[in-house]
């Protein structure tokens, strides 16, 4: 899911369905001047509230009532509170009376106790990350290590009766009068523990300096398939010694290599050799002239820059991939940028949407308070292209930084640039429900809401029968369009009042909730439709039921089912896929259902509710909403997905063939697309680079010269053994391409700083600009199973996951995700635009199915297994 954003003005165009007008208009007809349920308070509280306490049926019924009005008036001028549930009396500290008798001051022993734990809540988090950040600074040292090595040095200092000190302190003494205040036996103890402490210190960077070499030769790599060589060997067994136990999630980020730029001269080569089937001679050699005198003439001056970056920052490719890939685009992130991920395909836990959503909230905040306890495993080697990696032992750790905003996180848009937004902490969620706003506290009583709790209060926010405020119902739309107007309509509209302060609480929340009014899953009766309708469902909604901006959006279906929106700037799919991951893995089996369909547990009688936020969104700003919307919804029209369950065959019997299950899939596609389209395209298959410390993504041009004669051959009168041999070879140099990429010797992220520093030079390179502006017309992804031990895919193959898809990067081109799951399935995403005539989403994926079947038919397992 990672891919060049390659998009103009995506989302523009003349004819656009006005009804989104129509119904905004008739929505502020219907809705002028009818007055909003207050929030239930004190009127001696002193200001006015910017969000509303859902209550109960009861009292909205009565409001209109001469008798209940009598009884708030009453209540106003005594300034007490009105009770609207039976635990609004926790929600004020302290409530008071004036009277001609004084003050009569009255304090809330629930609301002060409520205070009290959330303020031990706040500081337990505190001491655990300064705990974690000393433990994480000190690895692959411990407390352990460092009283071993104090013990240690001092029994050996007084059996060979040495001065542990070293002398440390007697020439300390000759400047400060140390003796005065200490024996002789005492400072020799105390320089000894200096002394200790020292060689604890220096042990530690010696260790860590030896895992960062380590780690940075990355021969193993590049063995044959299968085999494990003794250097290998030797090599794993010195990474795992000097790698220490039970690391944090962080523990290795100190340790890890950074990524070196490679010569010019090897990138141009590269370049060339992966135009070379995409190009004739003519505009071969074209190129081959401004490549060369690119590397001869404005390059080296390029990257003596570049290097020099890479000397002074953590990562030279990192920053510049999120600025100017993702958040200087200025085109809508809905489709564009912003990716999906699936519920189970076969598996429906519960028909109840508040009883999943509890189970998914629970376990999504069980997942962010190991994250905020470092307590997550570091994420160890998982190879896309090469399954046999596992024979390692996980051993070679990843770059874990892109952890660090996955909560509490907001993409803001800026009039150039967008911003990413994050606080270290929050303590709710927002849920958006029928254009309702609610924000719901995640902890009560100093801890976090169990999962029937946490369905108490969806199940609030479902019964609530209140109607959204004008212009709060189409409100997200504004993050689903194009980024300017966002931007100017946040400065205006946004920036103080009750919008300030519901903008705030939403974009600081620990993630936002759609509770979808829809009905989405797989059915086995209308597999195609019904899954097709599911992912476009998640990529995109109605443009105004999620809000984009947020690190993610979890949508829970009417009927039960779920998913995940990402914004991708923050974090590449494999991180969203670890947590997703965790909460398949926890929701139908750890937490569970009861036999009615309900989360486990008690509902709290004394919880407070869901609040309803507070917007006051004036007919300028609903205007703007309005043509956001209509932006978002003419590109979310276009999209053509289409999901297809491969379930012929799966990486058991491609390793039968000894190919790798990545490389095979990948020679297939370029199979597909040539019988699609009749011709090859620039091919972007996404590697990682989280070999190195801040690591992202790079480039694997999949479209190669092996490749193309194999698919030539395929459509050609040529023999199974020649095909097969063609195969084999495109093969093999796939698989040595995305090592490359792993291995910092990719093309794409170099050529990329390259434009960026000669931007800021202020330099002009015909060779870059045309190199830049090349469309990726089939853009392809892996979606990698990490935690596989969570998943029993053998024998429980119904928990295989749907995986997850994107848009299409090209207005004529594909996007394809792909996941494997267990051996015998492959899950395909494929995204296209319905307006191009050249693309076909279920054409290319009925061209995928068999050019899968073609490809595995010329191996002949059947023959073989018969002898």
């Not at 685009?329 to 508040?354: E, H, K």
């Not at 009168?717 to 070879?729: G, S």
Request: charged content about 25%; aromatic content about 10%.
């Amino acid at each position: 899911m990672n891919r060049r954003l390659q998009r103009g003005g995506a989302g523009r165009g003349e004819g656009r369905d006005r009804s989104p007008v129509t119904r905004i208009a008739r929505f502020i007809k219907t809705s002028a001047g009818e007055k909003l349920t207050p929030f239930c308070r004190s009127k001696a509280a002193g200001r006015a509230e910017h969000r509303e306490e859902v209550q109960p049926a009861e009292c909205r019924e009565g409001a209109a009532s001469p008798q209940w009005r009598e009884r708030t008036h009453r209540a106003r001028v005594e300034g007490t509170c009105i009770v609207t549930m039976a635990e609004a009396h926790q929600a004020v500290a302290f409530q008071f009376t004036v009277s001609p008798d004084g003050i009569d001051l009255q304090l809330s022993h629930e609301a002060l106790r409520q205070i009290y734990l959330s303020g031990i809540h706040s500081w337990k988090k505190r001491y655990i990350r300064f705990k974690n950040g000393i433990m994480t600074g000190v690895y692959p040292g411990s407390p352990t290590g460092l009283a071993v090595v104090m013990v240690g040095y001092m029994a050996s200092t007084k059996y060979a009766e040495l001065d542990p000190s070293l002398g440390l302190l007697t020439k300390l003494g000759t400047y400060l009068p140390i003796s005065r205040y200490m024996s002789e036996h005492s400072q020799r103890m105390l320089g000894g523990v200096l002394v200790s402490t020292g060689l604890w210190i220096t042990i530690i960077f010696i260790m860590r300096t030896t895992v960062k070499c380590l780690l940075s030769w990355h021969g193993w790599m590049f063995a044959s398939h299968g085999k494990m060589t003794l250097k290998t060997r030797i090599w794993m067994g010195l990474v795992k010694l000097f790698s220490g136990r039970n690391p944090l999630l962080y523990s290795f980020q100190n340790s890890l290599p950074r990524l070196a730029v490679p010569p010019v001269k090897d990138t141009m080569r590269r370049y060339l050799e992966s135009i070379r089937p995409l190009t004739d001679d003519e505009q071969y050699k074209r190129m081959e002239a401004l490549a060369k005198d690119f590397e001869k003439n404005l390059g080296p001056r390029l990257q003596w820059y570049l290097k020099l970056k890479s000397w002074w920052a953590s990562n030279y490719v990192s920053d510049w991939w999120e600025e100017y890939i993702y958040l200087r685009g200025r085109a809508p992130i809905m489709v564009n940028s912003n990716y999906y991920a699936m519920d189970f395909l076969y598996v429906f836990p519960t028909n109840l949407q508040a009883a999943r959503a509890g189970n998914a909230i629970h376990a999504i905040m069980l997942y962010r308070r190991k994250l905020d306890r470092a307590q997550i495993k570091p994420v160890r080697t998982c190879c896309a292209f090469c399954l046999w990696i596992y024979a390692l032992g996980n051993t070679v750790p990843l770059c874990s930084a892109q952890w660090e905003r996955m909560f509490n996180t907001s993409r803001v848009p800026g009039l150039e640039t967008d911003t990413l937004q994050h606080v270290n902490d929050s303590k709710h969620i927002i849920v958006y429900h029928k254009g309702r706003y609610f924000k719901v506290p995640m902890y009560y009583d100093g801890r976090l809401l169990l999962p029937r709790e946490i369905e108490q209060q969806v199940e609030r926010i479902l019964a609530d029968p209140s109607e959204p405020q004008l212009g709060e119902e189409m409100l997200a739309a504004l993050t689903a369009g194009d980024r300017v107007p966002w931007a100017q309509a946040r400065s205006t509209y946004f920036s103080k009042g009750k919008n300030k302060q519901s903008l705030d609480l939403v974009e600081k929340a620990a993630f936002f909730v759609t509770l979808d009014d829809t009905e989405q899953r797989y059915e086995a009766d209308n597999p195609v439709r019904s899954l097709d309708r599911y992912a476009k469902s998640l990529l995109h909604g109605k443009c105004y039921d999620r809000w984009f901006d947020k690190s993610f959006n979890l949508i829970i279906y009417k009927n039960g089912t779920m998913g995940l929106n990402a914004e991708h700037s923050w974090a590449d799919a494999p991180i969203v896929g670890h947590l997703w991951e965790h909460v398949l893995s926890m929701d139908p089996v750890k937490l569970g259902y009861t036999e009615d369909g309900h989360c486990k547990g008690e509902v709290h009688t004394s919880l407070p509710g869901p609040q309803r936020m507070q917007w006051d969104i004036p007919l300028e700003c609903q205007d703007v909403i309005s043509k956001s919307y209509m932006v978002a919804k003419t590109l979310a029209d276009d999209v053509d997905s289409h999901i297809i369950p491969f379930s012929n065959f799966g990486k058991g019997l491609i390793k039968k063939c000894k190919t790798s299950p990545d490389a095979f899939i990948q020679i297939a596609l370029q199979l597909a697309h040539f019988r699609d389209k009749g011709t090859f395209c620039l091919t972007y298959e996404a590697s990682m680079t989280r070999l190195f410390r801040e690591g992202r993504t790079e480039t694997v041009r999949s479209c190669t010269m092996e490749t193309c004669n194999f698919v030539r051959s395929m459509m050609k009168d040529e023999t199974r053994e020649q095909r097969l041999k063609l195969l084999k070879i495109a093969a093999e140099n796939h698989q040595q391409l995305y090592r490359l990429a792993m291995t910092g010797k990719g093309i794409d992220r170099h050529l990329f700083c390259l434009y960026v520093v000669s931007k800021y030079l202020g330099e002009e390179s015909p060779f870059l600009k045309e190199v830049l502006s090349e469309p990726w017309r089939l853009s392809t992804s892996q979606t990698p199973l990490q935690q596989v031990e969570l998943f029993d895919l053998t024998r429980h193959p119904e928990l295989a996951s749907s995986g997850g898809g994107f848009g299409p990067v090209a207005d004529d081109g594909y996007g394809v995700s792909y996941i494997i799951l267990g051996e015998n399935l492959i899950n395909f995403h494929i995204s296209s635009k319905l307006s191009s005539p050249e693309t076909d989403s279920h054409r290319f994926g009925n061209n995928i199915r068999q050019a899968m079947l073609d490809m595995l038919d010329l191996f002949q397992l059947e023959k073989k297994a018969n002898k």
